[in-house]
T-cell receptor
Framework: GDSVTQMEGPVTLSEEAFLTINCTYT??????LFWYVQYPGEGLQLLLK?????DKGSNKGFEATYRKETTSFHLEKGSVQVSDSAVYFC???????????????FGKGTLLTVNP | GAVVSQHPSRVICKSGTSVKIECRSL??????MFWYRQFPKQSLMLMAT?????????EQGVEKDKFLINHASLTLSTLTVTSAHPEDSSFYIC?????????????FGNGTRLTVT
């Protein structure tokens, strides 16, 4: 079945440091890939997405490139801020796994803490 | 952008009682909504897929008689935790996808923190 593996946290960085959160996946078809962010006490918000190989999703300074050859979708940001502190979830949606429902499969999440 | 409203955000109930959680899509129609459960420091576990006008599809290991799902309209799905027990305490999150879009991202509610005493 489909699965998402992302690096375990927690990750603690100083402000303006470079961030990488690794994410790899297995899927039966050609999935779309997502990064969601969850701030404390809140639901998930879509951060960025990519729907096909070599696509780069970007938002709020975060980027991730869909790498089919390595089945990866690593999240990066060049200079993190304290306000980026949150839990980040990598996810995939495989149209072959759920019929028309396109269920999301999530990684376990990575807690990021950015210190001033 | 699309907004999903979940209510209540927090609820405390006594063991043995039932609790209803609502999930509404505010500015779009959603034929499908998803209910997730999140344990502390864990990922989201899909509980069930709620389909408007038909029975929900439950994931393996989720008790359908305990977690009743009703999707009576294109903008509302409800999850009722029946005869709640302390082990049901968790963070429940709903999500929805616009009815007219195929593989589009899900929009999530802000979640409901359920505490069963």
């Amino acid at each position: 079945g489909d699965s998402v593996t992302q690096m375990e946290g927690p990750v603690t960085l100083s402000e303006e440091a470079f961030l990488t959160i690794n994410c790899t996946y297995t899927a039966t078809g050609y999935p779309s890939l997502f990064w969601y962010v969850q701030y404390p006490g809140e639901g998930l918000q879509l951060l960025l997405k990519a729907t096909k190989a070599d696509d780069k999703g970007s938002n709020k300074g975060f980027e991730a490139t869909y790498r089919k050859e390595t089945t990866s979708f690593h999240l990066e940001k060049g200079s993190v801020q304290v306000s980026d502190s949150a839990v980040y979830f990598c996810a995939l949606s495989d149209p072959n796994s759920g019929g028309s429902n396109y269920k999301l499969t999530f990684g376990k999440g990575t807690l990021l803490t950015v210190n001033p | 952008g699309a907004v999903v409203s979940q209510h209540p955000s927090r609820v405390i109930c006594k063991s043995g009682t039932s609790v209803k959680i609502e999930c509404r899509s505010l500015d779009f129609q959603a034929t499908t909504m998803f209910w997730y459960r999140q344990f502390p420091k864990q990922s989201l576990m899909l509980m069930a897929t709620s389909n408007e006008g038909s029975k929900a599809t439950y994931e393996q290991g989720v008790e359908k008689d305990k977690f009743l799902i009703n999707h009576a309209s294109l903008t509302l799905s409800t999850l009722t935790v029946t005869s709640a027990h302390p082990e049901d305490s968790s963070f429940y999150i709903c999500s929805a996808r616009a009815a007219d879009r195929g593989n589009s991202p899900l929009h999530f509610g802000n979640g409901t923190r359920l505490t069963v005493t």
